[in-house]
């Protein structure tokens, strides 16, 4: 019988529809707020996205879409949807792989979550992280610094993945 692990990671065969589903439900309420569509083509690239807990490349994200609909897209097409994603905050980029994952997390007005990206099976999470980013902050105006932007990634081995628990 597999070990339990207990981790911030969903468990690799856990059904992933509902987390689309919520996923989906949100980005339409978010675009709509915003007075902007959800394109087919935003649903879609986010359905991939969302379809796991790891982070996928955009030329992934075209190969999969390809794959279902048999019609080839310009990767740039793929990047303005991935673009407009990031802007609403559904998907986000993982900066180190050049890569996107969808955001599972409510921040409820507080986007500071270090993101945790195991090397073994390439799932992604967020947790939060507000005390790092006091100290980032304390330390950027300490130098007269102004951060534009602040993210905070982690690379490791999830619990799972130590435990040798199978993926």
Do not use: W
Request: aromatic share 4%; hydrophobic share 40%.
């Amino acid at each position: 019988m597999p070990q339990r692990v207990e981790t911030v990671f969903p468990d690799p065969q856990h059904d992933h529809a509902p987390c689309v589903a919520e996923t989906l439900e949100r980005a339409e309420k978010i675009f709509k707020n915003n007075g902007l569509s959800l394109t087919p083509l935003r649903r879609q690239v986010l359905q991939e996205v969302a379809g796991s807990h790891t982070a996928v490349g955009a030329y992934d994200i075209l190969e999969r879409l390809a794959q279902k609909g048999g019609r080839r897209l310009a990767p740039i097409s793929v990047y303005r949807a991935l673009d407009s994603l990031v802007a609403a905050g559904m998907v986000h980029r993982l900066e180190s792989r050049n890569a996107f994952f969808a955001c599972h997390v409510s921040h409820a007005g507080d986007r500071r979550q270090i993101v945790l990206a195991c090397e073994t099976c390439s799932a992604v999470a967020e947790v939060p992280g507000g005390s790092v980013f006091d100290g980032i902050g304390a330390a950027a105006a300490a130098s007269t610094f102004k951060p534009t932007r602040t993210l905070v990634e982690v690379i490791g081995v999830c619990g799972r993945c130590q435990a040798g628990v199978p993926v």
